[in-house]
């Protein structure tokens, strides 16, 4: 089993940044694809961004391209979302996913979930 918790959320205006984070712990050796999804109010959850165990391959919503950037840490077994220029549509409770498969991928077939860090993007 992997535990995965998020990290970094909060309160923000329109234009400004937040990191979040996402800590990995258990057996780490079985995931490799992580990718960060969001679920604003109301709506389902949609995919942000992904990234490969190398870190070389990256996707992202189109919504975010350009502004969000998605790393990985794996010495420290920690995923990174850098968030510039946030917009009040942005605002959404965020989760960070794993999965054992190695290819990167965005839909929300992800094996392991964390819980979710909220974030609020006031204008």
């Known amino acids: 089993q992997v535990q995965l918790v998020e990290s970094g959320g909060g309160l923000v205006q329109a234009g400004g940044s937040l990191r979040l984070s996402c800590a990995a712990s258990?057996?780490?050796?079985?995931?490799?694809?992580m990718g960060w999804f969001r679920q604003a109010p109301g709506k389902e959850r949609a995919f942000v961004a992904a990234?490969?165990?190398?870190?070389?391959?990256?996707y992202y919503a189109d919504s975010v391209k350009g502004r969000f950037t998605i790393s990985r840490d794996n010495a420290k077994n920690t995923m990174y979302l850098q968030m510039n220029s946030l917009k009040p549509e942005d605002t959404a409770v965020y989760y960070c996913?794993?999965?054992?498969?190695?290819?990167?991928?965005?839909?929300?077939?992800?094996?392991?979930w964390g819980r979710g860090t909220q974030v609020t993007v006031s204008s």
């Open positions: 996913a794993a999965d054992g498969r190695w290819v990167v991928f965005t839909t929300d077939e992800y094996e392991y």
């Open positions: 990234i490969s165990w190398s870190g070389g391959i990256t």
């Open positions: 258990g057996r780490t050796d079985s995931y490799h694809a």
